[in-house]
DNA sequence: ATTTCGATGTATCAATCCGATACATCGAAA
DNA sequence: TTTCGATGTATCGGATTGATACATCGAAAT
């Protein structure tokens, strides 16, 4: 769950875990505040499964940080970058890069099936700010699971709600509830039609850059395209 | 959290915790599916603080009554149970009743702030679900909190969002969101309208069953009106 | 100039929740 | 008669949270 996003944001350009925080809750929504609770244990999973490494960068105090950085000039290099927000300096700091694996890892993760379980929002949103990594079938195919998904929410509530018996508050909190799930349905047919007409267009135009919604991104679904479906372990 | 789900439906009758749980599901749309590994702990929780007391029902003979903290070996007794051991036994079922502790328990956890974290919204649609147990004011100051926690979000995401350089899913994730906290905010407006014109209708009319949103509950607001703030432990 | 204070940065802890799993009974369909 | 799904209680490992701790930095306040 968070080892996705951590490996999505990994796969744009490496970061600290403090960065890596501050991109979720401003970049995305989702996440409103991610603990570092549950973001560095993570990391350390990461690392300790080879999907992500680790530079560390100067400590200054205490304890003898291995001091394997493959870097040399923290100085000279924090002037030079001054440019940028993610700029730091020689406190202590561990920057994550993704690993080969890593993308691997990430891939597979992103194609496969989400849990249907209590935070299915988060973890459809989560996948779909990642969406552009995937080849467009497997986009439309997230698109409408999701769809199907908060559709048959939506018919086994409406049989419960059913019941006469609620109270005023708890009777407008299910009928708000259902509501907003109509709206995300209609929100989510709207995308599933530009998905459609995209697919279509691309289909007409040949193999032009039509299935690319970013052109920064290098990969814009080839690499999945290509890659065998049941894609080993 | 889960404690306040708990003892808000014990609030009403007892029961035992499958029926807690299903409840849970079809009464509330809240909590999907809550699951067993914690209601049953959160059940000790309750039982273990003396905010709810469990009857064991289902033995011939209420003899057995095992220490409830009997940990010893629950599966060799159970098969034991099955061998011949006691025998005729109807199905095992323990039935939980809240208890006076309980519903100052209760109270305690409806009234109190509800965390900005993570599930705000199950926090405050939980609360929400209660809220006939609350005094009116209690009640709309639950409501206007709320409003401003999602307005405050609202802020917060439209400085953030405004980032040009988000590709097509990201936005319209973004813009999704945004709208749905909108589409909430005047759902709360009107649920707030509705409380204001009941208190002003409450006023005017002397003290009529104005406040009352469900006349099937004998508390209706008076209990919490005179409790001090501070509320001891 | 020095203190104060908030942002940056890494890290751990107890408590909690979830998903999976196990065990067991029951009624009804096959 | 067996099978099967609903009911029912319970535990385990793993993930997440909120709180807390520690430390450095930049800048405003005194």
Redo the contacts between chains.
């Keep these: 769950m968070l080892d996705l996003a951590i490996l999505g944001l990994l796969f744009e350009q490496e970061m600290h875990g403090y960065e890596i925080r501050r991109r979720l809750r401003?970049?995305?929504?989702?996440?409103?505040?991610i603990s570092f609770g549950s973001l560095y244990p993570a990391l350390s999973r990461l690392e300790r499964s080879g999907a992500v490494a680790v530079t560390e960068s100067g400590g200054t105090s205490s304890a003898p940080l291995l001091s394997t950085g493959s870097l040399g000039g923290e100085r000279a290099g924090l002037r030079a970058r001054r440019s940028g927000a993610t700029l730091g300096t020689k406190r202590s700091r561990k920057v994550y890069r993704i690993t080969g694996q890593g993308r691997a890892l990430f891939e597979q993760l992103l194609e496969g099936e989400e849990p249907a379980?209590?935070?299915d929002a988060r973890s459809f949103?989560l996948r779909?700010?990642f969406?552009?990594h995937l080849a467009p079938s497997a986009r439309l195919a997230l698109l409408e699971r999701r769809r199907a998904q908060l559709t048959r929410?939506l018919a086994t509530?409406l049989v419960?709600?059913s019941?006469d018996r609620?109270?005023?508050?708890?009777r407008?909190?299910?009928e708000?509830?259902t509501?907003?799930t109509e709206?995300?349905i209609a929100?989510l047919d709207r995308?599933i039609d530009a998905e459609r007409q995209k697919q279509a267009a691309s289909r007409t135009d040949g193999a032009r850059s039509a299935d690319s919604?970013?052109p920064s991104?290098p990969h814009s679904g080839d690499a999945m395209t290509s890659s065998s479906p049941t894609g080993a372990s």
Excluded: P
């Design positions: 401003d970049e995305l929504g989702l996440f409103a505040n379980g209590a935070d949103g779909l700010a969406a552009r929410r509530d419960r709600a019941g609620l109270d005023v508050y708890t407008s909190l299910v708000h509830s509501e907003s709206h995300d929100w995308l919604t970013d991104d």
